[in-house]
């Protein structure tokens, strides 16, 4: 539920929501034109009748909110959208475009000039009496289960996996543009998929997509981030070897494993990086996104073990910095934050400046 204090302070005309908690809040008919919601949470929220022209949530969390006859007009959205209810709303001019939309409600939306290119639309989204205009985008999109028989692309049929016209002259259906738009043959369905999707699967299958799409959109530097950082952890594993104990010792024989491991698996998730492109299909961009998440998962576990392995001998304060530096190199080339609970401060301190210098062509730390 929303933090207490954010949700006073955004109804009493506060303008700087950036990384407040409104999820599940009542924010109902309120004036939010000119609000910062960058990384906002507003998770299952009521903004319906809202005003939200102009607003940016390309980073904020908006599953499950409420923007029935909101005034959307301009906004920007961006990455997985799942369970939103846009019916009744004013899209115009908006920016939906590289979405994943899941479950969304679109029903008799005014949609004139919005943006939908390259988009990807998966199970269950309605358009009933939605309204379009000759320059409303649908270039390059995907389609997947996405569509009831009365919706705006009730004009459209499918054949050899591509969406045509039935009758027009200029490329469009009721006036919307939809070039070189992509559909999956095999699992397209003209009526509307009553099956429900669980919530725990679109979280993460969502999660995984946003992740996917990242590393997508600049695949060269972020293969190259991680193959540096994977021949950095090499340099790691030849370190602690040189401090093999004399006699056997579990310990170092599993941290030892694990730093081979990490190397193997970060040179790896470089290449699948390296191999995406604009041919890469939506199923192979979340194949990549849970590959990282894997990934940073792995080191946040092992993080947390080694802090103990740490805390209990007092030794290897060092390679702890070196692992937590790893941990929030990951994090940065993902853009998921990590999630670290050992409580060596200097060592993550000394962790964090080590993942600025790694990270630093991506821009993130």
Not at 246 to 266: I, P, R, V
Not at 272 to 279: C, D, E, I, K, P
Not at 308 to 316: L, Y
């Amino acid at each position: 539920m929303a933090d207490e204090k954010d949700l006073k302070d955004a109804l009493s005309g506060e303008k700087d929501l950036a990384s407040f908690d409104l999820s599940g809040a009542d924010l109902s008919g309120h004036d939010f034109a000119g609000c910062n919601f960058d990384n906002c949470n507003l998770r299952n929220a009521n903004l319906s009748d809202a005003n939200l022209e102009a607003c940016d949530l390309r980073s904020a969390t908006i599953h499950g909110v409420n923007f029935s006859k909101s005034n959307l007009t301009s906004a920007k959205f961006m990455w997985a959208i799942s369970g939103v209810i846009f019916s009744h709303s004013n899209l115009s001019n908006a920016m939906l475009n590289t979405c994943t939309f899941i479950g969304c409600n679109f029903n008799e939306a005014i949609l004139d000039n919005a943006d939908f290119s390259e988009s990807v639309f998966q199970e269950g989204n309605t358009f009933v009496d939605a309204k379009v205009n000759s320059n409303t985008k649908f270039n390059h999109v995907q389609m997947h289960r996405s569509l009831s028989k009365d919706s705006v692309f009730s004009e459209y049929e499918y054949s050899r996996g591509h969406l045509h016209a039935r009758k027009t002259d200029s490329g469009s259906v009721n006036g919307a543009a939809l070039s070189s738009t992509a559909v999956n043959a095999e699992e397209i369905n003209q009526e509307t998929i009553s099956t429900p999707i669980t919530e725990k699967k679109t979280q993460k299958e969502a999660v995984d997509f946003k992740v996917g799409q990242r590393l997508a959109a600049k695949p060269v530097a972020y293969s190259a981030q991680l193959n540096e950082l994977a021949e950095w952890m090499s340099e790691q594993v030849a370190w602690w070897e040189s401090k093999k104990p004399n006699q056997d010792d579990a310990e170092w024989t599993k941290h030892y494993e694990f730093l081979k491991s990490a190397t193997s698996t970060l040179s790896e998730l470089s290449e699948t990086v390296a191999s995406l492109s604009g041919q890469t299909t939506s199923t192979e961009i979340e194949q990549a996104g849970n590959s990282a998440i894997v990934v940073q998962s792995n080191f946040e576990k092992w993080l947390d073990d080694f802090s103990g392995f740490v805390s209990s001998t007092g030794k290897s304060v060092g390679m702890l910095s070196v692992i937590t530096g790893a941990t929030y190199a990951v994090s940065a080339i993902t853009g998921v934050d990590t999630n670290m609970t050992f409580g060596v401060v200097t060592a993550a301190i000394g962790g964090r400046d080590l993942a600025e210098n790694i990270g630093k062509a991506i821009g993130k730390s």
